[in-house]
């Protein structure tokens, strides 16, 4: 069974400091990793995918993910937070048959 | 560039009454699934569709629940008798290579 850990629901940064959210994932199977945004009222828009290939992905909006399978971690960063990055974030995986397993969340707020 | 698009975006049922929700996945996409999100928790997988047919679904998708491809392009959800704890947030999406991708969701509220 696959299995998703987000360390924190909720995260605060001040505007231009490094944005960390955690996740953690378990899965029986090499990976499919994925971290997806939810804005207020609105729906899922992917950030960016780990499908086997380079282990440190970049994503949309200047976001990136490193896939360290000692860890079993693949937490999202951003070296500079912006205002419009408030959002809910969402780590998810995949055993390569479609279906996703989210984690619970990580609600991350922007301090001016 | 293409997306997913649901209708209706907000639903508001009496309980007891059927809904179905309605989606148009991606036109090259194979693979079609129903996620709902109750208010404040995280997304839930409800069902995986493939060539016609379930292909996989979860405790969550009991006997009240279908899906159906009517057509080359919608992908529908059916709730038969909503009761209250079906209100939530649902979301279709559909996958290819790229990675799977969703609606803006449909927030089905039961009275």
């Known amino acids: 069974a696959q299995s998703v850990t987000q360390l924190g629901s909720h995260v605060s940064v001040s505007e231009g400091a490094l944005v960390l959210l955690r996740c953690n994932y378990s899965s029986s199977v090499p990976p499919y990793l994925f971290w997806y945004v939810q804005y207020p009222n609105q729906g899922l828009q992917l950030l960016l995918k780990?499908?086997?290939?380079?282990?440190l992905v970049k994503g949309i909006n200047g976001f990136e993910a490193e896939f360290k399978k000692s860890e079993t971690s693949f937490h999202l960063t951003k070296p500079s937070a912006h205002m419009s990055d408030a959002a809910e974030y969402f780590c998810?995986?995949?055993?390569?048959?479609?279906?996703?397993?989210f984690g619970q969340g990580t609600e991350l707020s922007v301090k001016p | 560039e293409p997306e997913v698009t649901q209708t209706p975006s907000h639903q508001v049922t009496q309980m007891g009454q059927e809904v179905i929700l309605r989606c148009v996945p991606i036109?090259?996409?194979?693979?079609f699934y129903w996620y709902r999100q109750i208010l404040g928790q995280k997304v839930e997988f409800l069902v995986s569709f493939y060539n016609n047919e379930i292909s996989e679904k979860s405790e969550i998708f009991d006997d009240q629940f279908s899906v159906e491809r009517p057509d080359g392009s919608n992908f529908t959800l059916k709730i038969r008798s909503t009761k209250l704890e079906d209100s939530a947030m649902y979301f279709c999406?559909?996958?290819?290579?790229?990675?799977?991708?969703f609606g803006q969701g449909t927030r089905l509220t039961v009275v």
């Open positions: 999406a559909s996958s290819g290579r790229e990675g799977a991708f």
């Open positions: 998810a995986v995949s055993d390569r048959g479609g279906k996703l397993i």
């Open positions: 036109s090259n996409h194979l693979y």
């Open positions: 780990y499908t086997s290939a380079a282990t």
